[in-house]
């Protein structure tokens, strides 16, 4: 699990994302001690965040064992040759999601935000699973897109983002702040708090 998101402002977008990585130990999440996931990916004109599944088996037909990918090496691998993540990018996710059932458990999801052209930014969200794709383009009214852990998600609905939105710099500061205090929060509270380590954030201009 994780949290992320991007977010409006007048002059930019912000882009929010944790670190933790857990794992599936006998049915209960776990805080995998070997990963410290990247979930926050920036390329020129563009920033990415990624949650759900941070890692997918992939079978090549021409070998008997599966390899595991992890989902930061795919996007940085595409990104050094391309320098962005497009149509191509979700479709060779989608081949290799396919390619083996054990990624039916968990898609892999990603919102991007996007500089059009000086002063005018999108935000898209992207599900890929192991037999479907999912897009959804925001709508000039839509100020952010959020997703992750839905306790999360549920709190962060609650916060006045558009009070901040004058500036890029403030919104960073008010949600990176208001994440590292839910994260305070829900380890004292939950028996597992799937998000944490550093939150990472990126302001797109």
Partial sequence: MSFTGIFKAKDGLVALADSKGSIEINGKLTEDPSRNPQKLFAFPNGVAVTYGANQILVQNPNQIFTDKAYVE??????????????????????IKMGTNPSNKKEPIEFILGRKVWAGEYRIEFHRIG????????????????????????????QFHFLSHATSAEILRKYAAGKLQQLIDLYDQVLPYNPVGGSVKSYILR
Wanted: proline share 2%.
């Fill in 130 to 157: 192991y037999d479907y794709y999912v897009e959804k383009i925001g709508s000039p009214k839509e100020h952010y897109f959020i997703g992750g852990f839905e306790l999360y998600k549920q709190a962060f609905e």
């Fill in 73 to 94: 090496d795919l996007v940085n691998e595409y990104l050094l040759k391309h320098h962005t993540l497009d149509s191509n990018f979700f479709q060779s996710l989608l």
